[in-house]
């Protein structure tokens, strides 16, 4: 089992570009979270999915920010025009449908904005 | 909004004593409860979680406690080591939704 995958990794871009990240959750798992973690900061959730529909995006900055998953299975968060306060570590979690199952982490992508 | 509230944002223990972790939670509805450590530049990894049917849970060296009462949650990391030197994370779980608290930093003195 390889866990949740994301890519990339790091990603350095100049303010106003956009910028995508990827997010393969664990097999099965239909519940899908991103979230922004700042530095010293706990994480912060920007979306929930559960299949393919996003059930929770009270948290993520519509003007900016926009996320998908087709298919409920992979999913892309995507920010355009990024600017320098969008530099953080965005995380991707997936769990099984359920109250108390455990939600499994990637590695997240660390974003710098220059 | 933040939820999931902290009483201590850094903690530092000599290696073998036991170190303590506290939170509070706002949402009444809430009843699952993991914590997560997250060592410096990796992903956060659940440690241990309690469900709100119970008060007190035990894991390998961690112990956890959940006063429903007055919305607490502690950690209890005991004979502490070096490789317990990260931030700890306290969470809730509400319909679905996953809420983090900001962190506890604990360092463990040799």
């Known amino acids: 089992e390889a866990g949740v995958v994301q890519s990339p990794r790091y990603k350095i871009i100049e303010k106003k570009q956009p910028v995508a990240f990827w997010c393969n959750p664990i097999?099965?798992?239909?519940?899908l979270y991103w979230y922004r973690q700042n530095l010293g900061q706990g994480p912060e959730l920007l979306i929930r999915?559960?299949?393919?529909?996003?059930?929770?995006d009270s948290q993520l900055p519509k003007d900016r920010f926009s996320a998908e998953r087709l298919k409920g299975v992979d999913s892309t968060l995507k920010i355009q025009p990024a600017e320098l306060g969008d530099s953080a570590v965005y995380l991707c979690?997936?769990?099984?449908?359920?109250?108390?199952?455990?939600?499994?982490f990637g590695q997240g992508t660390r974003l710098t904005v220059v | 909004g933040e939820s999931v509230g902290l009483h201590l944002p850094t903690l530092s223990v000599q290696e073998g004593d036991s170190a303590v972790i506290k939170c509070t939670y706002s949402?009444?509805?809430?009843?699952?409860f993991p914590w997560y450590k997250q060592e410096l530049g990796k992903r956060p990894q659940l440690i241990i979680d309690?469900?709100?049917?119970?008060d007190k849970r035990q894991g390998q060296r961690v112990t956890v406690l959940l006063n429903k009462t007055v919305k607490h949650l502690s950690l209890q990391i005991a004979a502490t080591q070096p490789g317990d030197s990260a931030v700890y994370f306290c969470?809730?779980?509400?319909?679905?939704?996953?809420?983090f608290g900001a962190g506890t930093t604990v360092t463990v003195r040799a």
């Open positions: 949402d009444s509805a809430s009843n699952y």
């Open positions: 309690i469900r709100s049917n119970m």
């Open positions: 999915y559960e299949n393919e529909e996003a059930v929770d």
């Open positions: 979690a997936s769990s099984e449908t359920g109250i108390g199952t455990e939600a499994f």
């Open positions: 969470a809730e779980k509400n319909d679905y939704k996953l809420s």
């Open positions: 097999s099965g798992h239909n519940t």
